[in-house]
């Protein structure tokens, strides 16, 4: 039975601008009830639908004083099968960050306040949606390698003032810094897999690494590009217990 690519991008193309609807609308947890609501119809014989969540480490390459932060992402994920064991693997992650943290702060023009924040420490965090395009080629039905290129489209980006005054306690003052960044992000990713069960659509933990390959920095004599290292989930949704076992 041969793809139908028309129809199979009309799905990925609707649940995209549902997820990013609900991305700006509600939380997590609606997107996953959407995901859950969802399965059934998306997954078939040629695709497989699920939920994508993990954590990430990202770091920001040329800025030397930084060091890594940790993040949580949730998405959705499509395996559309091409023959045999090679498929496109695509999708989005709806809720992501990239950044960096241990950074010297700046000043911001108010006297007292960089006065008061001289000593302390910044953290840089930029919210992504992220759209992988993957070739993701199994061995076996259990391991699996991936990879290709990820498109970033920004949403939000923050600047974190933090510091821990002398009786104890912590400061922080949050800056919106959306216009310091370029609207895309785009880059490399690959990485290695492993399917928990040795049936075609089966639940599958593993590790991606991206490498972003364009500048994001609008600021003047700042160059910043975006990596970061995933640990993954990857759920299918909406599968029948008679999913074929591979021997």
């Known amino acids: 039975m041969g793809i139908n690519l028309r129809e199979t991008m009309s799905k990925i193309s609707k649940l995209f601008f ?13 997107q996953i009830l959407i995901s859950l609501l969802l399965g059934d119809a998306l ?6 639908f699920g939920i994508n969540t993990g954590l990430n480490r990202s770091y920001m390459l ?12 949730i998405g959705f994920y499509f395996h559309i099968n091409m023959f045999e064991s090679s498929y496109l693997s695509t999708g989005v992650l709806v809720k992501t960050n990239v ?17 008061v924040y001289a000593a302390g420490e910044l953290t840089k965090k930029i919210n992504y949606f992220y759209v992988p395009i993957l070739w993701h080629q199994r061995f076996y039905n259990r391991f699996y390698l991936e990879g290709g290129m990820q498109i970033g489209l920004r949403s939000k980006a923050y600047d974190y003032f933090n510091l821990i005054d002398t009786y104890g306690g912590d400061l922080e003052y949050e800056r919106d810094v959306r216009d310091e960044y370029t609207r895309f992000d785009v880059g490399l990713v690959g990485g290695v897999g492993y399917k928990v069960r040795k049936k075609i659509k089966s639940t599958a933990v593993g590790i991606n690494y991206y490498y972003g390959l ?30 074929v076992e591979v021997e």
Request: charged letters at 25%; aromatic letters at 10%.
């Open 18 to 30: 549902i997820f990013v609807f609900m991305c700006f609308s509600t939380t997590a947890k609606a």
């Open 43 to 48: 997954n078939t014989e040629k695709i497989e």
């Open 62 to 73: 040329d800025i030397e004083e930084s060091s890594g932060l940790n993040n949580f992402n």
């Open 99 to 115: 950044g960096a943290r241990g950074m010297s702060t700046y000043p911001i023009g108010d006297p007292d306040f960089d006065d």
């Open 214 to 243: 364009i500048d994001v920095s609008k600021v003047p004599d700042m160059k910043i590009k975006n990596s970061s290292i995933y640990l993954y989930v990857r759920i299918p949704i909406g599968t029948a217990p008679k999913d």
